[in-house]
């Protein structure tokens, strides 16, 4: 039993080597053949016949297929980057999800953007009203009535002005009330900041605020003895300066009044009990804010006007095309600004999977910086071929497709792509080629080996024969026919196992497939397996021996003795 185990094992351990070292082991067969076949020959009696393999030419198929390998790739890979620097605010994906285009993988803090875009804004608010102002001027440019509007825009000015710092000291003094005394407005003093919040952001925010509201209240205090000089009566330069000065100051104590009521609504979102104070307070201020607001709308239409007079029809063209072009510039600025804060949130630019997320929030970001590689589900198969194989390849032919890691699994595909210029190694051109699925399999991923065989030509209902029945001889090919003659024939494709025959033999003619060469040897009466070409070596009648020397006979092929 022991033998029996070690010489199965040699067996198995033999099997697994040719398997693995298929080159090697039939340079080996191919040695031991030789050296069998000339023992055979030494004891060989001279005496012998040979036998033909016959078979009628028939219709079929000739299919002409090239065969390689290669990897699974997908179709589009981008690594998505960055264009704007800051750090990472939010990462909304991880490796192996799926995202839809447009889908927000990650943001960078955007608020020097926001600021930006409310800057670019305002400057097209500015240029709008430049615009429009320019416009009216235009349309107003014939009438003979620029000396009374200007009288009239002056006084409506004074107007403006005059309810501007009627308003001033009731909103100066209360919001001073808000940051400056405690008993006020308790929850707003820092202390009460950070107990009931427990950060800085607040605070920040309300000394930004406080900035703001601090400078506005130095404009009115500096302005407010200007404007009791000033009446209905003062010069048209004294008024129209004095409507620029109040313009800026509204404009600075708006942005004051918005910074307040945010750091308090900022508050208010993140304590549990709203104080009653904090209720009282963003109720004025919204009051307030809209108070200012309708004088600055009253002030830079006052401002607008006074322009519109003091314009004269010589300039009205030219004013207008100014104020358009800036119109225009600013419009651009703007669409630029909104387009950087966009920049912000980095969105997938097509479907696909995510393969790998190198960044998480808190890491710094800047110009180019990878936030994802996104690949799109389509995968396709790149394989690489010699010239001689990629010259019968063209778009559109079909293939079939194995994969080694998954054994069970066979599909169909296309040839997609084919390079058009060869890459050069080591002296060897090869040819890049591309093949895609016709159908797809969840089990398949980037990167897997594949075998492909792809159909390159064929042949239907064509009359066909054994490549290995045809014999060469210079440039002319031929096959035997079983009297012993020749007849010339034209080949046409050559498939894998046979050929086309194009002319020369005819539907239902005979010829040879292989001779077999009988010898009357003593020796053996058992079987042995010929180490050539598909053919056998048995015994017959008394110990003579068969050896059929090439080819394989088809379906139907008769033996015959010459």
Known sequence: MNLFKKIGSGAGALRSWTMSHKKTALVA???????????????????????????????????????????????????????????????????????????????????????????????????????????????????????????????????????????????????????????????????????????????????????????????????????????????????????????????????????????????????????????????????????????????????????????????????????????????????EAQETLADHSIRAPFDGVISKVPVEKGDRASANTAIATLITKSQNVVLSFNEVDASKLRKGQKATLTFDAIDDLTLSGTVTDIDVVGAVSQGVVSYGVEIGFDTNDDRIKPGMTVSASITADSRENVISIPSSAIRYQGDRSYVNTPDGGMITVETGLSGDESTEIVSGLNEGDRYVVSTVSLSATTGSNGAASSLFGGGTTRSFGGGGTVRVMSGTAPAGATQITR
């Open 29 to 335: 067969i191919l040695v031991i053949g030789v050296g069998v076949y000339g023992l055979t020959s030494m004891f060989d009696d001279g005496e012998s016949e040979t036998r033909s393999i016959v078979a009628t030419a028939k219709r079929g198929s000739v299919v002409s297929k090239v065969t390689g390998s290669g990897q699974v790739t997908a179709m589009n890979e981008v690594e998505v980057t960055s264009t704007v620097s800051g750090d990472v605010e939010y990462v909304g994906v991880s490796a192996g999800q799926e995202v839809k285009s447009g889908q927000v993988l990650a943001t960078i803090d955007s608020r020097d953007a926001v600021k930006a875009v409310d800057n670019a804004e305002l400057a097209l608010a500015n240029a709008q009203i430049a615009y429009d102002k320019a416009l009216k001027q235009k349309a107003n440019q014939a009438e003979d009535s620029s000396v009374s509007d200007l009288k009239k825009a002056y006084e409506n000015g004074y107007d403006a002005i005059t309810g501007t710092f009627i308003d001033l000291p009731a909103i100066f003094m209360d919001v001073s009330d808000i940051f400056y005394v405690p008993s006020r407005s308790p929850y707003f003093s820092d202390i009460e900041i950070r107990q009931l919040l427990g950060g800085s952001s607040a605070i920040s925010y309300k000394y930004q605020a406080g900035l703001l509201f601090d400078k506005a209240k130095g404009q009115y205090d500096e302005s407010f003895a200007d404007y009791k000089t000033l009446s209905a009566n003062s010069s048209p330069e004294d008024i129209s300066a004095f409507l620029d000065v109040t313009y800026a100051l509204l404009r600075d104590l708006s942005a004051a009044l918005t910074g307040t009521y945010s750091t308090i609504d900022y508050i208010n979102a993140r304590v549990v009990t709203t104080p009653s104070e904090m209720s009282t307070d963003k109720s004025l201020l919204s009051s307030y804010i809209s108070k200012v607001n309708g004088n600055i709308t009253s002030v830079s239409n006052s401002i607008s006007a006074i322009e519109d007079a003091k314009d004269s029809a010589a300039s009205s063209e030219l004013s207008l095309k100014s104020a358009e072009l800036t119109l225009n510039q600013q419009e651009d600025a703007l669409q």
